[in-house]
């Protein structure tokens, strides 16, 4: 069943009895690492949790007020397991997971983003990956009606036979319309939606170990259309005030709602297992775990169900009364008798496991690579990298305008904007780097949240919350748990002095393959919001502003890994104290109107960003190296490192002397202009316009063509 000896006591020792077969499954999936975070939990609550944005109550997830009367929420989820197994399937029932997460919290889903991983690009396996991940999101997001507004994706070779899908949603309901979110004796418990098969069965458990086999009998057969017209009942049974909580069917299926549920409110259910509607013939053990997809637990009171069925009827939604609330705070399992009665609490809240840690050594001092005589290619070279490469081929398959709240659409601006209601809108980035996080997991994870917070400053947003996505290998391990904690309190601690609380996230551990386990890889999402849109573009003479200061930090670099396969080197690390200074006077420039464009300085370093500013805009630029403050020795370290809170800045000549008052206590160099050529310059190293943006389209040649 998937537990261990101890958990196996344990569970034996509560009950004092042996557990039956139901019990035992419905312990073995909620108890699985995926579904009970019982090695990250300890760790998951030093994450700060409160903000001056964040809505105190009793809610399943964090609600942000926004203003306006409207409260958001947010939501990520992964489907890594499945999709490396069944790509398309396995992304697909990703996404409708995440919308159901955000729909059972009574908010409406307004859109969607992706943070996705693969090998490289080269490996047939990987692009096949690639492919059917992307048109799984696609088909799935499309087809519901909900925007995919932005995405991340990173190549890696430590990705081998393996891929992650990540997707996060946003929602937004009026703060009138909450859910009352509360159970009382006698409420109905209603299953709406998909019909319960075999697909899925052991999904949980299936997640919480190594993949080393192709289980497709583990991944969920997704139908939008269902999900649709869950979404648009659900919304107008909350709109009507009938819904009193609610919860998604995914991972561990029956067996983690009813008890997770349960057990929140400290009440028991009485369950009808003969009531659930099956489309094939299933033993009690299957119907209690199967995770198939598009289905929702309702609670509804005896005045509000007659409304409720009746817009599940006008939907043509199948549905099924399989449970009424008890005061006895068991689940009580009826299937030809009584065949489960074990406390919700004990089924909900697995014993936590106190893992052993030890800290990986990193050489990170190396020999550097030879200096290379022609930097021209090397540019060009980073420019054709997919981690860098535009991802035109990925976002023109999504629609990204259904819903008529896109603003600035994905690959415009460093950051998606959405419009939330009238003169307010929502600024949005998801961002990761696994090398630099292999290589310093505290540091690294630091630099990911730092490289979303810049990517949410550059628009004008001021971030209000942040999302972790912390995606390992195998906990057994002492060094990857270690790079876990690591990464926890690298987090934790920016997340503190920046005052930017966590409103949500997952922990995904067992990410390896026969090939062997990921780098670790956090995801780390930030929103923000705005009160106008800055629609400006690059003009011809603008000046360029770099702020901060560019040091020899190549470890984990893109240089490093893509062009010379330096897996070592130092990795940039943050200071927490000068993004606490730099990010409100970044805003306050873009909002005032006297900047053109903004440019977070990332993968890739200055080289890359001033091209990639030079490619979305269609102008040139030349840029005084000399005039760079930096702490390199030479010219590659110099146009290549990565280091954090750098800004690259497009301002008219009229503007210069206001944006240089407002900058004037910060680090910060003038190191060129933009013209109305077709070439950019470091110095005398020309790149014509043209060859950048055809190595910079990379993706799309490779998909397209082969």
């Not at 519901?144 to 070779?157: A, L, M």
């Not at 503190?496 to 780390?524: A, L, Q, T, W």
């Not at 005032?592 to 040139?620: P, Q, R, T």
Request: with cysteine; net charge negative.
């Amino acid at each position: 069943m998937g537990l261990s000896n101890e958990e196996l006591a344990y569970l034996e020792k509560s009950l004092g009895r042996k557990a039956s077969n139901v019990e035992l499954s419905m312990v073995s999936a909620q108890w699985s690492e995926h579904c009970s975070y019982k090695s990250s939990k300890k760790y998951i609550k030093t994450l700060p949790k409160r903000g001056k944005y964040v809505l105190e109550g009793n809610y399943d997830t964090t609600m942000l007020d926004v203003g306006g009367g409207y409260v958001l929420t947010i939501h990520i989820e992964s489907h890594n397991h499945p999709s490396a197994v069944e790509p398309y399937g396995g992304a697909a029932t990703g996404v409708g997971g995440v919308v159901r997460d955000i729909l059972s919290s009574g908010a409406k889903p307004i859109a969607l983003l992706n943070a996705l991983r693969f090998s490289d690009m080269r490996d047939a396996h990987a692009k096949w990956l690639f492919k059917n991940v992307v048109r799984g999101i696609a088909d799935y997001g499309n087809c519901i009606g909900i925007p995919t507004v932005g995405g991340e994706v990173e190549f890696d070779t430590s990705f081998t036979g393996y891929c992650l899908v990540d997707v996060s949603c946003i929602g937004l309901c009026k703060r009138s319309e909450l859910l009352k979110n509360r159970i009382d004796e006698g409420d109905y418990v209603i299953l709406a939606g998909g019909s319960t098969g075999k697909d899925g069965i052991h999904g949980a458990s299936f997640a919480s170990k190594a993949l080393i086999s192709d289980d497709r009998s583990a991944v969920q057969i997704p139908d939008p259309f269902m999900e649709k017209l869950i979404i648009d009942a659900t919304l107008e049974a909350i709109k009507h005030g009938y819904i009193k909580s609610m919860k998604d069917l995914g991972g561990g299926g029956l067996a983690c709602a009813l008890s997770e549920t349960a057990d929140k409110f400290g009440k028991g259910i009485d369950v009808m297992l003969d009531k659930v509607y099956l489309r094939e013939e299933m033993s009690a053990e299957e119907i209690i775990i199967s995770e198939s997809q598009e289905r929702m637990l309702y609670i509804i009171d005896k005045n509000s169900l007659e409304g409720f069925v009746s817009i599940l009827k006008k939907y043509e939604i199948p549905y099924a009364i399989i449970g009424i609330v008890r005061e006895h705070k068991n689940l009580k399992i009826y299937y030809d008798g009584i065949i489960a009665d074990i406390p919700a609490s004990l089924v909900a809240n697995a014993p936590l496991i106190n893992r052993k840690a030890r800290a990986r050594i990193v050489i990170n001092d190396t020999l550097k690579p030879s200096e290379p005589e022609n930097i021209k290619d090397i540019i060009l070279q980073l420019l054709e990298d997919p981690t860098i490469a535009s991802k035109r081929w990925i976002y023109e398959q999504y629609d990204h305008e259904v819903g008529l709240r896109t603003v600035i659409k994905p690959g415009l601006r460093d950051a998606s904007i959405l419009r939330l209601y009238e003169g307010k809108f929502l600024a949005v980035k998801l961002d990761g780097n696994s090398k630099h996080c292999y290589l310093d997991p505290y540091h690294g994870s630091q630099g990911c949240f730092s490289e979303a917070c810049r990517n949410i400053v550059s628009v004008g947003a001021e971030p209000i919350g942040m999302i972790d996505h912390l995606q390992f290998g195998n906990p057994e391990n002492e060094y990857t748990y270690q790079a876990f904690i690591d990464a926890i309190n690298g987090i934790a601690d920016y997340s503190r002095i920046m005052d930017i609380p966590c409103v949500g996230g997952k922990v995904s551990f067992y990410n390896e393959s026969k090939h062997g386990e990921i780098k670790p890889s956090p995801v780390i999402g930030v929103i923000g919001l705005l009160d106008n849109v800055n629609r400006a573009s690059i003009k011809d003479n603008d000046r360029i502003i770099i702020t901060g200061i560019t040091k020899d930090e190549l470890g984990g670099s893109e240089y490093y890994e893509y062009i010379h396969n330096i897996s070592a080197g130092n990795v940039p690390k943050v200071d927490i104290q000068l993004d606490k200074m730099l990010f409100p006077t970044i805003q306050k420039i873009v909002n005032s109107g006297l900047v053109n464009y903004v440019h977070d300085c990332s993968k890739g370093g200055l080289a890359i960003a001033i091209s990639e500013m030079c490619i979305l805009n269609d102008i040139g630029a030349e840029v005084d190296i000399k005039s760079i403050k930096n702490e390199c020795n030479r010219l590659d370290d110099i146009l290549f490192s990565e280091s954090h809170s750098r800004f690259v800045i497009a301002v008219s000549n009229n503007n210069l002397p206001k944006v240089k008052e407002l900058l004037s206590s910060l680090p910060y160099s003038i190191i060129g202009r933009f013209y109305d050529k077709d070439t950019v310059s470091f110095d005398d190293i020309n790149i014509g316009l043209e060859e950048a943006r055809y190595a910079y389209d990379s993706i799309t040649r490779v998909m397209d063509h082969g």
